[in-house]
């Protein structure tokens, strides 16, 4: 059996060599130039990519950011689908995020850091279930990201909102205690008091 490829642990990834990670997995500064074909996050030094979203996955997605854009106070701002930087090997590109911009070069910046979100969504859809229930929630809650809802379709198209809140002594995320799921309405006071309307997001 012939040996796997892989590239120089120094050399930048390529539009031909991306999919050849070196041994200890790419860098965000290696890839963070590539001009490829679709969305991609990097997870542990690979370069995953994102398949097409369902049109009720990105209704959804921006429903609840502009919610969230409505409802904000300073000095959190929101964004869709920015690249965060968690660490030199991964640099997830969450749903949703809101962050905390002080102190951030706002015309430079090419990653939001870790440590200054406040909030992670994920719309989950059937290709992302294991990483939006499992690996991401970790992955956030490890690095002390306060808050991090996870919005699932029932099986009966309906919305529901699983929120989560950071506890800090585990450094693992544990079900809102007054509201750990929302449907019809998302009404919550973290990271500031917010009401979304989840049924009009879906109804047509």
């Known amino acids: ?17 991306w999919m050849f990670p070196p041994g200890d997995g790419w860098t965000f500064d290696q890839v ?10 990097l997870v542990d030094g690979v370069i995953v990519a994102h398949g097409q979203n369902n049109v009720w ?27 965060v930087m968690v660490d030199d090997t991964n640099a997830p590109k969450p749903d949703v995020i809101v962050y ?9 910046a090419e990653s939001i850091p870790a440590d200054k979100l406040a909030l992670v969504i994920e719309v989950v859809s059937p290709g992302s279930r294991q990483h939006d229930r499992v690996r991401k929630p970790a992955l956030f809650a490890a690095n002390k990201v ?7 379709l029932d099986r009966d198209r309906r919305l529901a909102v699983h929120e989560y809140w950071l506890n ?8 809102a205690p007054m509201h750990p799921v929302h449907h019809d309405k998302l009404i919550t006071e973290v990271p500031f008091p917010v009401e979304i309307d989840l049924d009009g997001l879906v109804g047509f």
């Open 168 to 175: 800090a002594d585990t450094r693992s995320y544990v079900s």
């Open 146 to 152: 306060p808050c991090y809802w996870r919005v699932e």
């Open 100 to 108: 905390d911009p002080r102190k951030l070069d706002f015309f430079e």
């Open 32 to 41: 963070k130039h590539l001009e490829l074909p679709f969305d991609w996050e």
């Open 57 to 83: 996955h990105n209704e959804v997605r921006d429903g609840i950011a502009d919610g969230l854009k409505a409802a904000r106070v300073e000095p959190y701002r929101v964004l869709t689908k920015q690249c």
């Open 1 to 17: 059996m012939g040996a796997a490829m892989t590239t120089p642990g120094s050399a930048q990834a390529t539009e031909d060599t």
